[in-house]
């Protein structure tokens, strides 16, 4: 079932009723760290469908939380804030070309889709089943293939993807320090001379955030702080290369 429409006049609510869990705070080796499935942490499995208004549309999303996907089941609070910054600046994405980092339910890729991109959504294997769910929701049929769901692994298979894409987008990505060498890099191979990054972040202190994004970002990119949620504490940050930045 695709996204409904709603009427110009509707009242968007924002944010639904999903109560966001923090990351854990253990970061395992490699790769995998992008998902934490501590058996304890995330004892409890169960599916949730949660609607979010934005930009005119209802996206009915499937959240399916447990050990198996960690993290990249919920939808997080700066995926909202991105969402809903999207509609509030009245983006444009059509025909654009459009990547999502670390997708997790695909709601960011999903909205962008929507409002004319054409959307790579992508994320480790683990969490393609709950984005490819999603997508098929909400996109109608006739747009899905403006909708692809990849697996990427940063650092690894970016090279295999488009450079130079219109935008990039990422919601929650940046909360493990292990793995910020590895999104620089993946940055840096998507990002060309004319391209735009969004990234939407909690500011955790605990997992240096700040770090990321005053001292790793500005040495391969020019980023301003492009909104700030002092409620929730989130940043979203517009980003775009410097010249002979990619790697």
């Not at 996204?3 to 966001?20: K, Q």
């Not at 996109?139 to 298979?157: F, I, K, M």
């Not at 295999?160 to 219109?166: A, S, T, V």
């Amino acid at each position: 079932m695709a996204a409904s429409r709603l009427p110009p006049s509707c009242h968007v609510e924002f944010g639904g009723a999903v109560a966001a869990r923090e990351p854990p705070e253990a970061a395992p080796e490699g790769l995998e760290a992008v998902f934490p499935r501590d058996v304890g942490l995330f004892a409890d499995a169960f599916p949730e469908e949660t609607r979010y208004g934005f930009c005119g549309y209802v996206l009915t999303i499937a959240q399916h939380h447990g050990a198996r996907l960690g993290v990249a089941a919920p939808v997080w609070e700066a995926a909202l804030t991105l969402c809903k910054y999207f509609e509030e600046q009245k983006l444009n994405f059509w025909g654009k070309k459009v990547i999502e980092l670390g997708a997790g339910t695909g709601i960011v890729g999903i909205l962008a889709t929507l409002l004319g991109g054409d959307v790579t959504i992508t994320d480790l294997p683990l969490a393609l089943e709950q984005i490819q769910e999603n997508v098929h929701r909400n996109v109608p049929t006739e747009h899905l293939a403006r909708a692809r769901v990849c697996a990427l692994s940063w650092g690894l298979d970016h090279k295999e993807f488009l450079r130079d894409y219109d935008f990039i987008l990422g919601a929650d990505i940046v909360y493990l320090k292990d793995t910020y060498p590895l999104l620089i890099r993946t940055l840096r191979h998507l990002c060309g001379p004319h391209s735009t990054i969004y990234l939407s972040s909690k500011m955790r202190q605990e997992h240096s955030t700040a770090v990321f994004y005053e001292a790793l970002l500005p040495l391969h990119f020019t980023s301003e702080l492009a909104y700030r949620d002092e409620n929730e504490n989130i940043n979203i940050y517009r980003v775009t290369s410097k010249q002979n930045s990619r790697g």
